[in-house]
């Protein structure tokens, strides 16, 4: 699982990276394939309203095409194109491999978990962050731009005005205290006005072809994690350390078992 701060930084340069969508009529298989397991409980119909979903949908379509016109070509019985293709196959089944053998390892239990952090606890680190509204907008977008201008002059960003004018929201300060957003989920120039900015104030930042719109609340310095702030993150790096011993242990079965070591 990602952490807070990597998921808004994901999130921002997915965003703010420009896309286009085009006239098309839903293919209900390839939308059920793609959000076949997703843990959301999202339907096809989500596709919708949920951009990062429409895009994977967008360049599944795009390569189901792609593909059935290399077939159309004859270009699948090229040898450079099968021997590709075998290297493919080996490489997603060696992956399957790995995750069946992996499957069922148990994850650490909370008394390792506090046992691992209290042996060196200052390994363990909250980042630099504020604690932001952080919205995105379309900048080609008159109604967006306008409603931008009017929240900076208003220091208030309402947040379902927002989505009206397509504005989508990928932080906020709540009564549970959230909202942080680490200084690395930023581009430098806006941490850098973002940080030396009065709280309560909003600011917009043209980048790309979008707006970021950012209403700054608090200011956090890097300092040691408590064991509850390090407990998520620190319980899936013991969990990945085992499944990697696990499939490490697998790996070198097999070569003795080939009789490529003693």
Same mark, same amino acid.
């Given at each position: 699982?990602?952490?807070? &701060?990597?998921? =808004?930084?994901?999130?921002? &340069?997915?965003?703010?990276? &420009?896309?286009?969508?085009?006239?098309? @009529?839903?293919?209900?298989?390839?939308?059920?394939?793609?959000?076949?397991?997703?843990?959301?409980?999202?339907? @096809?119909?989500?596709?919708?309203? !949920?951009?990062?979903?429409?895009? *994977?949908?967008?360049?599944?379509?795009? $390569?189901?095409?792609?593909?059935?016109?290399?077939?159309? /070509?004859?270009?699948?019985? #090229?040898?450079?194109?099968?021997?590709?293709?075998?290297?493919?196959?080996?490489? @997603?089944?060696?992956?399957?491999?790995?995750?069946?053998? =992996?499957?069922?390892?148990?994850?650490?239990?909370?008394?390792?978990?506090?046992?691992?952090?209290?042996?060196?606890?200052?390994? +363990?680190?909250?980042?630099?962050?504020?604690?932001?509204?952080?919205?995105?907008?379309?900048?080609?977008? !008159?109604?967006?731009?306008? +409603?931008?201008?009017?929240?900076? /002059?208003?220091?208030? =960003?309402?947040?379902?005005?927002?989505?009206?004018?397509?504005?989508?929201?990928?932080?906020?300060?709540?009564?549970?205290?959230?909202? %942080?957003?680490?200084?690395?989920?930023?581009?430098?120039? @806006? %941490? !850098?006005?973002?940080?030396?900015?009065?709280?309560?104030?909003?600011?917009? +930042?043209?980048?790309?072809? #979008?707006?970021?719109?950012?209403?700054?609340?608090?200011?956090?310095? $890097?300092?040691?994690?408590?064991? $509850?702030?390090? #407990?998520?993150?620190? /319980?899936?790096?013991?969990? *990945?350390?085992?499944?990697?011993?696990? %499939?490490?242990?697998?790996?070198?079965?097999?070569?003795?078992? =080939?009789?490529? $070591?003693?």
């Amino acid at each position: 699982m990602m952490n807070s &701060s990597k998921r =808004i930084s994901l999130l921002l &340069s997915l965003l703010l990276s &420009s896309f286009v969508q085009a006239q098309h @009529v839903l293919d209900q298989m390839v939308a059920t394939e793609l959000l076949r397991g997703s843990t959301g409980g999202l339907a @096809v119909g989500a596709l919708q309203s !949920n951009e990062d979903f429409l895009r *994977q949908y967008t360049a599944g379509v795009l $390569e189901q095409e792609l593909a059935q016109e290399a077939a159309r /070509r004859g270009l699948t019985e #090229r040898m450079d194109v099968q021997r590709a293709l075998h290297a493919t196959r080996m490489r @997603v089944l060696v992956q399957a491999l790995q995750a069946d053998v =992996i499957r069922g390892i148990p994850a650490p239990t909370e008394e390792e978990v506090e046992t691992v952090y209290n042996q060196q606890p200052e390994r +363990f680190r909250v980042a630099e962050a504020l604690q932001v509204d952080l919205f995105v907008f379309d900048l080609n977008d !008159n109604a967006a731009r306008d +409603f931008a201008r009017q929240a900076v /002059r208003g220091r208030k =960003i309402d947040a379902a005005t927002a989505a009206e004018v397509g504005g989508r929201q990928l932080a906020g300060v709540s009564e549970e205290g959230e909202g %942080w957003v680490a200084k690395d989920a930023f581009p430098e120039e @806006v %941490w !850098n006005a973002l940080k030396s900015a009065r709280s309560g104030t909003v600011h917009q +930042f043209p980048l790309e072809e #979008r707006i970021l719109l950012v209403k700054r609340h608090g200011h956090r310095e $890097e300092r040691q994690a408590t064991m $509850e702030e390090a #407990r998520v993150k620190l /319980r899936e790096a013991m969990l *990945q350390q085992r499944q990697q011993a696990v %499939w490490t242990e697998f790996l070198q079965q097999r070569r003795r078992g =080939i009789g490529f $070591e003693n």
